[in-house]
């Protein structure tokens, strides 16, 4: 038998194997990756080698809320002894206390009826020299926002050496603001 | 520049710093030997970057434009570094997107066959294919994304040169490759296997070891890995293009990947 035929058949068989193989193994290392994929994305890691560290829990998160009686006995930590505290006002025996709320923001406006709403008025001629109207004659609902519904007196006192008072009722101020521009001059 | 899973030999630093004695060379591409060999894949990838990398690199360092400056070696002048505007994330082979950047900017890229960085190589086909997949469509985001150089030799010429060889080496010459082995197989069995076939495979069967017997001279390697040549033209290259080709479908069809982990043995001069 000759050499070449010989030769020939080999080159053949092994060229079209390694042909199968490359496309065998192609396929097998896509077939792989997506396993691996799949497992990886399937079965999360049991422990991991790390320290958990969490914020301590906020009263708001636990559903609770601090009553006033409890926020006027909090005192500072001392080091020594026992400091006063700062506030011992309970929410009754002080009703000139400004009320201790948080901010609100408004709500969102009522819807507006047509009764609710007026167009400012055309200016008459006589109207057209004085000070010019404001667009904004709105009128508001009888529900007030809860803003609004904050008691204004309270919101507004004055601190005196006194306590809260109205800063209305201070009339005294008026002559005292005097004194102290005449102490000046 | 050197990858985790390399080592440099004594004098890779010194010799691959000389070359920017010449200011207008902005980087220096390395010589990448494998490290874990004696085992057939990993002899054969040993060959494969003798001959088939380093000898292409020692080429294109005559016109200073070497096409990729590889991860286990590479030597940058910061200059070059800040104009190419460092490294990307963008493409899967950032060392070859980094290369077209510096060779964009106008710098010129050497190659030093005496810097030497052992590297360590896949031992199972799995990872092998992984690498090259890797490799395949990381190149082809990097050509992509210079694309504007290869159609407008006026902003860049050399840059252009580049990527041609690049669209080359990694789409026309694997498809060719395939090709060429199926017309062969088909004209085999259909035709039956006439004498002037045998003996054209056996001619370019000899040019390669030819080749190799070359490339190892030059390189002072081991010359037990001449026979591999044969072996590599056989089996290693079809492997390798199928892949190559696969990959490069998947990266136009834009099919989703990921970098995976090669797995690794460690180096014996590690411990």
């Known amino acids: ?185 | 520049m050197l990858m985790g899973d390399s080592q440099l030999s004594s004098d890779s630093l010194r010799m691959g710093v000389r070359h920017f004695i010449d200011p207008a060379v902005g980087a220096v591409a390395g010589n990448v030997k494998i490290m874990n060999r004696k085992k057939w894949l990993t002899d054969l990838q040993a060959l494969e970057y003798i001959e088939g990398l380093n000898l292409a690199r020692a080429a294109q360092a005559i016109a200073k434009m070497v096409n990729i400056i590889p991860g286990p070696i590479g030597f940058f002048r910061k200059a070059a570094l800040h104009d190419g505007g460092y490294y990307s994330s963008d493409t899967y082979a950032e060392d070859a997107d980094m290369t077209l950047k510096i060779l964009a900017t106008g710098w010129k890229i050497d190659y030093e066959p005496n810097a030497i960085s052992y590297t360590e190589a896949p031992e199972k086909l799995h990872q092998l294919l992984k690498q090259r997949y890797r490799w395949t469509r990381g190149i082809i985001q990097a050509i992509r994304k210079h694309k504007t150089y290869i159609f407008n030799p006026t902003i860049n010429f050399n840059n252009t040169i580049v990527l041609w060889m690049m669209v080359f080496e990694s789409l026309f010459w694997p498809a060719m490759n395939i090709f060429g082995n199926v017309f062969f197989i088909v004209v085999g069995l259909i035709y039956g296997m006439s004498s002037l076939i045998a003996l054209w495979w056996i001619s370019i069967a000899i040019l390669d070891i030819m080749a190799a017997i070359y490339c190892i001279a030059a390189e002072k390697e081991e010359v037990r890995l001449i026979p591999y040549s044969i072996v590599y033209r056989v089996m290693f290259i079809i492997i390798i293009d199928i892949t190559k080709a696969a990959a490069t479908v998947e990266e136009f069809l834009g099919i989703e990947m990921n970098w995976g982990k090669l797995e690794r043995v460690g180096l014996p001069g590690a411990k």
């Not at chain 1, 948080?102 to 200016?123: C, D, M, V």
């Open chain 1, 1 to 185: 038998m000759e050499l070449i035929p010989i030769l020939s058949l080999i080159i053949l068989v092994a060229t079209i194997s390694t042909f199968v193989l490359a496309v065998g193994a192609y396929i097998l290392f896509k077939v792989r990756e997506r396993r691996g994929q799949r497992a990886k994305a399937a079965a999360p890691p049991a422990s991991i080698p790390a320290e958990l560290i969490a914020p301590t829990p906020l009263m708001g998160d636990m559903g609770k809320s601090r009553t006033f009686e409890e926020s006027a006995q909090i005192t500072r930590p001392t080091g020594g002894g026992a400091r006063p505290t700062f506030f011992t006002a309970t929410k009754d025996n002080d009703p000139t206390r400004p009320q201790m709320k948080p901010t609100f923001t408004s709500l969102a406006p009522t819807k507006l009826t047509g009764s609710q709403f007026t167009r400012p008025e055309a200016p008459t001629r006589a109207r057209a020299t004085a000070a010019p109207t404001r667009v904004t004659s709105l009128k508001t609902s009888a529900k007030t926002s809860e803003t609004e519904q904050y008691d204004k007196k309270k919101k507004f006192m004055r601190y005196t050496a006194e306590g809260y008072v109205d800063p209305s009722r201070d009339k005294g101020g008026e002559s005292n603001k005097q004194e102290e521009t005449l102490r000046w001059r």
